[in-house]
Nanobody, 121 residues
Framework: QVQLVESGGGLVQPGGSLRLSCAAS????????IGWYRQAPGPQRELVAT???????NYADSVKGRFTISRDNAKNTVYLQMNSLKPEDTAVYYC???????????????WGQGTLVSVSS
């Protein structure tokens, strides 16, 4: 079974840093695109950052210059380095990936369970 497992969330003071990790496991043939969404209290989920299999990145305007997404292909892991954190960054952060999996190369859209990031003094 293909899974995404996030880690690295926690409580940090404004101006601090956190590094989130998302590890993909299972029979993965390739990753088309993988990235991070976040959800503050309420129903809306916001795109934060993505990286394609070819290495192209995209960021929400609210995090440009502060967050950096990267990947380790050998480990099937994506990272989100978050610097200069603000209280408005507080949210549950979810990893999401569009994968090609299994013997028959099936396309799958997979979500992790989320990790909470709290920014407060």
């Amino acid at each position: 079974q293909v899974q995404l497992v996030e880690s690295g969330g926690g409580l940090v003071q404004p101006g601090g840093s956190l590094r989130l990790s998302c590890a993909a496991s299972g029979s993965i043939y390739s990753i088309n695109i993988i990235g991070w969404y976040r959800q503050a209290p309420g129903p809306q989920r916001e795109l934060v950052a993505t990286i394609t299999g070819g290495g192209s990145t995209n960021y929400a305007d609210s995090v440009k210059g502060r967050f950096t997404i990267s990947r380790d292909n050998a480990k099937n892991t994506v990272y989100l380095q978050m610097n200069s954190l603000k209280p408005e960054d507080t949210a549950v952060y979810y990893c999401n990936a569009d994968l090609v999996v299994g013997r028959f190369r099936s396309y799958r859209d997979v979500w992790g369970q989320g990790t909470l990031v709290s920014v407060s003094s």
